[in-house]
């Protein structure tokens, strides 16, 4: 694919190449959902408005033991989640992806979520049924659901199960808290019987709104750095959670949402084991990030997991860094190419995998693969080690930044020049 060179900006300080927008193909949520052909309880009219992400997480499978390898068994999970953009008609998006049976949920509610209390709480539909049984290895939308969601608005969106769901498709290190509760209880606006706690969000994929025609979502595909390892629990410092902050705030730019793909432990390259790591982020471009509804722009930071341990060459990250950003393009979006942050010091980070770090951040601010480059390794290095974190940023383990850093990358992207390669969003 050809792409012309439109004009250079500069993020964080530093040039980077913004190309003009490329048509594609459109993408859509896939769902199996029985019944769709039923009325929905809220009507909506696709020529004034469209589906957009305002919450997601990239689900992975089971442990081989505790909570999510159990499943839940005549249990109501409460997940509580955060907004990004808000609006007032809402839908959320369940999956068994990683399964190993057919799950059944009697009853699911969404309500505003304030510790293990909900308020306004509503019932979600399937096709217009109160019940849901979602395959092995399908995903579910439901139906709209008319309920006021703010910018930044806690979520309540809780599932209860009489049967054995088995091993859960599940999201590992929310860094959020949520509640369990035994029997059904996900109807209740108090939370007197969610007496037990998880900071694991379980089969829940995603919280779509009604948006303007205008508004999409920036999704960020990353690992540990991007999911908030370092960050206190319920305290949303993610650097993802800072750059909407720092767009709803604007001007420049317009509204956007910005949702969360990141997988502590990730890599670009490898499947790894235990599966709390996902899929690669070659492997889980499509359904974490290119599928979600109303996309406009892909944030890519990976990279480190694969280096760390040096087993993956710095030349097998750079081609599959390569394949994710020409899989965007061929997708009519834009690419951001993010810079891998320093780890000396971390026990798994020795001379090789520095060396390798270095090789692949010098291709990704010169190769022009990236409409856009922003460099989060010289955001938060020590200038006088750059190989390790300022320990102003550092969260203690030599490896994840802290909330100061998050808060420090997400002001070093410009949002003019963000806000140049967003294209027109898409259900």
């Known amino acids: 694919m050809m792409r012309a060179l439109a004009r250079t900006a500069m993020f964080g300080g530093l040039g980077i190449a913004l190309a003009l927008p490329s048509a ?43 909570l999510s ?6 249990r109501t ?49 399937f096709g217009g049924a109160t019940s849901v049984t979602i395959p092995v290895g399908g995903d579910v939308a439901s139906d709209p659901v008319r309920l006021r969601v703010g910018r930044d608005q806690a979520l309540a969106v809780s599932l209860f199960s009489a049967t054995a769901t088995g091993p859960a ?54 690992d540990s750095i991007t999911d908030g390892t370092g960050t206190a629990v319920d305290s949303n410092t993610r650097w993802t959670n800072d750059l909407f902050a720092r767009i709803a705030a604007g001007p420049p730019g317009r509204l956007e949402a910005v949702t969360n793909s990141g997988i502590g432990g990730n890599e670009v390259t490898l499947d790894r084991q235990p599966p709390l790591y996902g899929p690669s982020a070659r492997h889980r471009l499509d359904a974490d990030v290119l599928d979600q509804p109303g996309v406009t722009l892909v944030l890519v930071s990976e990279g480190i997991n694969d280096l760390k341990a040096g087993e993956v060459p710095a030349g097998r990250v750079i081609a599959g860094l390569r394949d994710i950003a020409d899989r965007i393009h061929a997708a009519g979006l834009k690419a951001v190419g993010f810079t891998i942050t320093p780890c000396g010091g971390y026990s798994r980070c020795g001379a090789g995998p520095l060396a390798q770090r270095a090789l692949v951040n010098d291709w990704i601010r010169t190769s022009g693969t990236f409409d856009a480059v922003v460099d989060f390794d010289a955001v938060v290095r020590d200038p006088a080690a750059t190989d390790r974190l300022l320990p102003a940023y550092d969260s203690g383990d030599h490896l994840h930044p802290d909330a100061a850093a998050y808060q420090r990358m997400a002001d070093a992207i410009d949002l003019t020049a963000l806000n140049h390669l967003v294209t027109r969003p898409r259900d």
Do not use: C, K
């Open 24 to 66: 594609g193909a459109a993408h859509a949520v896939h769902v199996s959902v029985p019944g769709t052909e039923a009325a929905h309880a809220v009507h909506i009219s696709t020529a004034t408005s469209h589906w957009t992400a305002t919450w997601t997480a990239g689900p992975t499978a089971a442990m081989p033991s505790g």
């Open 69 to 74: 390898h159990n499943g839940l068994t005549d």
């Open 77 to 125: 999970i409460r997940n509580v989640v955060y907004s990004s953009i808000g609006g007032s008609t809402l839908r959320v998006r369940l999956t068994n992806r990683y399964g190993v049976r057919p799950v059944t949920f009697e009853q699911v509610t969404v309500g505003h979520a304030a510790g293990p209390d909900a308020t306004a709480v509503a019932p979600v539909t």
């Open 169 to 222: 498709t599940y999201h590992n290190a929310a860094h959020t808290t949520s509640y369990l509760a035994a029997g059904d209880h996900a109807a209740d606006g108090a939370g007197t019987a969610f007496t037990d706690r998880t900071r694991s969000w379980f089969f829940l994929d995603g919280v779509d709104v009604l948006a303007a025609p205008h508004v999409g979502a920036i999704v960020a595909l990353g």
